[in-house]
T-cell receptor, first 116, second 112 residues
Framework: GAVVSQHPSWVICKSGTSVKIECRSLDFQATTMFWYRQFPKQSLMLMATSNEGSKATYEQGVEKDKFLINHASLTLSTLTVTSAHPEDSSFYIC????????????FGSGTRLTVV | GENVEQHPSTLSVQEGDSAVIKCTYSDSASNYFPWYKQELGKRPQLIIDIRSNVGEKKDQRIAVTLNKTAKHFSLHITETQPEDSAVYFCAAGLSGYSTLTFGKGTMLLVSP
């Protein structure tokens, strides 16, 4: 089945530094990837939609300069949290549609970010 | 945009009982309604989905019903087992490459 690989699974960084999270579709081409943030005991909140070869579309309230998204190929999308602060600590997870015409979305394994 | 409401937020049942989680959506154009199960610290896993041209779908102990007129859909789990304990999310969206809007989740606890 469709697999989305996400790395790292967890990361601890100091305030002010940047962190890059990668999502790869291993056995399919993902024209579009979605990035979500999930706070403890809360739902998945869409941050942005990442389209291969074009600029990402950000949801209202999400700072595009802070959360940089790059989708340079059909199998790789990255999310960079720039100048991270403790309030950015969260579970970040990506998802992609398995194949053209299908309805199912496949999620990455998620990244637990802790900013100290 | 789409708005999805999910109830209840927590649900405790005894092993063997049935569990029902309900969701409503606002956008009548939505035509795809998946349900995800998320265990602590893990990725959401699709457990069942339904499209707007179907009223009910069943897969072993899990079933989903959809009422497009009322804009609500429900997840039914029968003969619950402790391993069913997790957070369940409903979602609604459009076919194609649209995004999914998620409900706030239901924490299901099945006691042995």
């Amino acid at each position: 089945g469709a697999v989305v690989s996400q790395h790292p699974s967890w990361v601890i960084c100091k305030s002010g530094t940047s962190v890059k999270i990668e999502c790869r579709s291993l056995d399919f081409q993902a024209t579009t990837m979605f990035w979500y943030r999930q706070f403890p005991k809360q739902s998945l909140m869409l941050m942005a939609t990442s389209n291969e070869g074009s600029k990402a579309t950000y949801e209202q309230g999400v700072e595009k300069d802070k959360f940089l998204i790059n989708h340079a190929s059909l199998t790789l999308s990255t999310l960079t949290v720039t100048s991270a602060h403790p309030e950015d600590s969260s579970f970040y997870i990506c998802s992609a549609r398995a194949q053209r015409g299908s309805y199912g979305y496949t999620f990455g394994s998620g990244t637990r970010l802790t900013v100290v | 945009g789409e708005n999805v409401e999910q109830h209840p937020s927590t649900l405790s049942v005894q092993e063997g009982d049935s569990a029902v989680i309900k969701c409503t959506y606002s956008d009548s154009a939505s035509n795809y309604f998946p349900w995800y199960k998320q265990e602590l610290g893990k990725r959401p896993q699709l457990i069942i989905d339904i499209r707007s041209n179907v009223g009910e779908k069943k897969d072993q102990r899990i079933a989903v019903t959809l009422n497009k007129t009322a804009k609500h859909f429900s997840l039914h789990i029968t003969e619950t087992q402790p391993e069913d304990s997790a957070v369940y999310f409903c979602a609604a969206g459009l076919s194609g490459y649209s995004t999914l809007t998620f409900g706030k989740g239901t924490m299901l606890l099945v006691s042995p």
